[in-house]
């Protein structure tokens, strides 16, 4: 993901129904560690066949809308300079 807005400056993550949660907790992972901003968040309504009962159904969709936070490219240098100097093979798992 990180990469993604690196390259594009901006990401658009969507979701509908349950999926909607873990789109909305990714979006404020990243905006509170201070890689992106929020730019637009639109809910709509989309229907969908419900297989199981063969009928058409209404399912929230959210669609998140973020760009390039103005630290982001300072915070990904400290994040990589910091992994660069972790010492090889210091592995404590046993």
């Known amino acids: 993901m990180q990469r993604y ?3 594009h400056d901006e990401v658009e993550l ?6 909607i949660t873990t789109v909305v907790t990714i979006a404020e ?4 560690n201070g890689l992106a901003t929020e730019k637009k968040v639109l809910t709509s309504t989309v229907g969908m066949k419900d297989e199981n009962k063969g009928r058409l159904v209404q399912k929230a969709k959210i669609e998140i ?5 103005e630290k982001f490219d300072n915070l990904m240098v400290a994040a990589n300079t910091s992994e660069s100097h972790q010492p ?5 798992k046993k």
Do not use: Y
């Open 29 to 32: 992972i990243l905006k509170n």
């Open 14 to 19: 969507s979701a509908l129904g349950m999926a």
């Open 5 to 7: 807005i690196q390259q």
């Open 88 to 92: 090889a093979g210091n592995d404590d």
């Open 65 to 69: 809308v973020l760009g390039k936070s």
